[in-house]
């Protein structure tokens, strides 16, 4: 099972930058690079999954390096309204893996007006 | 448009009470997971399921059962409710992989 691991916490002001890093060390040939993003009483939501180099969506960008090993989501020019809690997720891109899914505890963003 | 409903959105039951939580998803998708979500400890798949008449374990089975019996509905039952489950359960579904799921609105139970 591939662990990932990413900050706690993050603090932010509206309209920067926000990039947050996960750790895959032992990541496999087939593992697909996914995160959620939760707001608080509501369920996970799918933001982006990519496998090598840059993904990019109207919500985030995410950014693989060659040995992926590691991943960077980036979210443009934060609002109050992107405090939430961060997932990453490294999985099979098949289905049937399911008990590989660990979400981990995330990384709770609060954007600072 | 299609979605993944929860029922009840809130429950309070009593210790050794037999609790089912309802899972009911429009999308067609034929891959269904519940989840449990506690401080500290992030979300923890509890079963899953990748079509009708199939049922498998996650990691926190123990004291969980689901049936599968149609491609809209996975409903969750405490066979007997223990005050260690009290959490709330988040309910997801997916099409033809794992990763990209769509998540319920959650189910907050508390066992007294």
């Known amino acids: 099972l591939a662990k990932t691991t990413q900050p706690i916490s993050m603090d932010s002001y509206e309209g920067q930058e926000v990039n947050i890093t996960c750790s895959h060390n032992n990541i496999a040939t087939n593992d697909y690079i996914t995160w959620y993003q939760q707001f608080p009483s509501q369920g996970p939501r799918f933001i982006i999954q990519?496998?090598?180099t840059k993904v990019t969506n109207e919500v985030a960008s995410l950014f693989i390096p060659a040995d992926r090993k590691s991943s960077t989501l980036s979210l443009p020019r934060v609002s109050l309204s992107d405090t939430a809690v961060y997932y990453c997720l490294v999985a099979p891109i098949s289905s049937g893996s399911a008990r590989q899914l660990t979400f981990g505890s995330g990384t709770q963003l609060t954007v600072l007006p | 448009d299609a979605e993944i409903t929860q029922s009840p959105r809130h429950k309070i039951t009593e210790t050794g009470r037999q609790v089912t939580l309802a899972c009911h998803q429009t999308w067609n998708h034929n891959n269904m997971f519940w989840y449990r979500q506690d401080l500290g400890h992030g979300l923890r798949l509890i079963h899953y399921s990748y079509g009708v008449q199939d049922t498998n374990k996650g990691e926190v089975s123990d004291g969980y059962s689901v049936s599968r019996s149609n491609t809209e509905d996975l409903p969750l039952t405490l066979e007997s409710a223990a005050s260690s489950q009290t959490s709330v359960y988040f309910c997801a579904s997916s099409a033809n992989q794992d990763y990209e799921q769509y998540f319920g609105p959650g189910t907050r139970l508390t066992v007294t």
């Open positions: 990519g496998y090598k």
